[in-house]
């Protein structure tokens, strides 16, 4: 997996967070960047990363600070859109491998997680270094608020809470103290994004454009309610009648009574023989195209009528359809207007991934990450271990 790759994954150390922070503080402003290049070497430069010997095995040291495998394999970070631990990710993987194989399809997945904690720390130590001691104080109330929170996040159930740290590879403490980092490093991070800047109406109309096909599109949709009468279901008393013939007179009769003012919904509790039938022939909302026989032809008669309007008596081979049109949605997209926020946050969402890849590249390089493949390969043996078992 190359550079870029790996650094995509890396945004979620700051993702969501940092899109609040940049309403509240900023976002646009392109004669500024997210961090000068000259600082993001200092952050790094001096950090060094090295490979040691524990006694859970191998632990990366970052600056003098033990990342362990724990702590890469089960805390929850963003794989494929889902934001999972990698254990979690990639057991069925393992089961379903050989060590070998297992290392060829993993390995890029855990390069990203690691160096997602790399990132985490070398950020952590600058802003710990720029606060000064007297933020101590601070975080640690911080920290303790947000583990009730947690707590509460399971009804009070402080086992269950405790269970699930412990399944993360952390404790109450391990909890609070990664909760200290998160704080901190938003604060650095906030005050160093750009001044915010409302977008342009050109830029709104091209991320829109971008956008509408996958998220503004909206196609052709029906409503109606429907009579739907059957031949072969009629009850008639002479067995010489002609079951087709009586159809299209009572649909005749119906179609009558109800330009005489008689309600459609209570006629197809009556008469009809179809879906719908105790609700008063209702359909909900429906694609045309997803008709199915014998129900395609309802979908030309409404497009030649308008909601409200009667169509039929409609024959078919084995039925005669009355339908009322209520809805009739032509395909088409949402306005700019009624989707602006949507877009406006995808624009700042775009810019924010822009700073988050930028700063991480940035500490990356200066890092050399390199130095931590042997750790990568061993977190990777871990979990086929642990999925194994």
């Excluded at 961090?35 to 952050?43: M, T, Y």
């Excluded at 430069?45 to 095995?57: D, F, P, T």
């Excluded at 952590?124 to 101590?136: L, R």
């Amino acid at each position: 997996m190359g550079k870029e790759k790996s650094y995509r994954k890396i945004k979620t150390i700051l993702a969501g967070l940092l899109f609040v922070l940049w309403l509240a503080g900023g976002c646009g402003d392109s004669n500024k960047s997210a961090l000068a290049e000259s600082e993001l070497a200092r952050i790094a430069v001096a950090q060094k990363i090295e490979l040691v010997e524990a006694s859970g095995g191998l632990v990366l040291m970052v600056g003098g600070e033990p990342i362990t495998s724990d702590e890469v394999i089960k805390s929850p970070v963003e794989l494929e859109e889902a934001y999972v631990s990698p254990l979690e990710y990639l057991k069925a993987t393992a089961q379903a491998s050989t060590l070998t194989q297992f290392k060829e399809r993993a390995r890029g997945k855990l390069k990203s997680a690691v160096t997602s904690k790399i990132s985490e720390v070398l950020l952590y130590q600058y802003a710990k270094k720029q606060a000064g001691t007297n933020i101590d104080e601070s975080l640690e109330k911080v920290a303790e608020k947000e583990l009730r929170k947690f707590v509460l996040g399971f009804g009070g159930d402080e086992a269950k809470a405790d269970e699930t740290l412990k399944k993360r590879g952390m404790d109450r403490n391990s909890f609070k103290e990664r909760q200290k980092k998160m704080i901190l490093i938003q604060s650095y991070m906030a005050s160093k994004l750009p001044r915010y800047r409302p977008p342009t109406y050109r830029e709104l109309m091209d991320c829109y454009n971008r956008m509408k096909d996958e998220f503004f599109f909206k196609p052709a949709q029906i409503r109606f309610r429907l009579i739907d009468i059957e031949a072969a279901n009629l009850d008639i008393t002479d067995p010489n009648q002609d079951r087709l013939e009586e159809a299209r007179k009572l649909a005749g009769e119906l179609v009558g009574r109800m330009k005489t003012g008689e309600d459609f919904g209570t006629l197809a509790q009556q008469y009809s023989h179809g879906i719908g039938r105790e609700s008063g022939g209702s359909w909900q909302p429906i694609r045309p195209e997803s008709l199915a026989r014998p129900y395609d032809v309802l979908a030309a008669e409404a497009e030649k009528i308008e909601p409200g309007q009667i169509a039929g008596p409609i024959e078919t081979p084995e039925h005669i359809f009355i339908m009322k049109l209520e809805e009739k949605q032509l395909a088409g997209y949402e306005p700019l207007e009624k989707v602006q926020k949507q877009v406006e946050n995808k624009i700042f969402s775009e810019q924010r991934d822009e700073v988050i890849n930028r700063v991480n590249a940035g500490l990356m390089e200066q890092a050399e990450v390199g130095k931590t493949d042997e750790f990568v390969d061993f977190c990777v043996e871990k979990i086929y271990q642990m999925s194994k078992q």
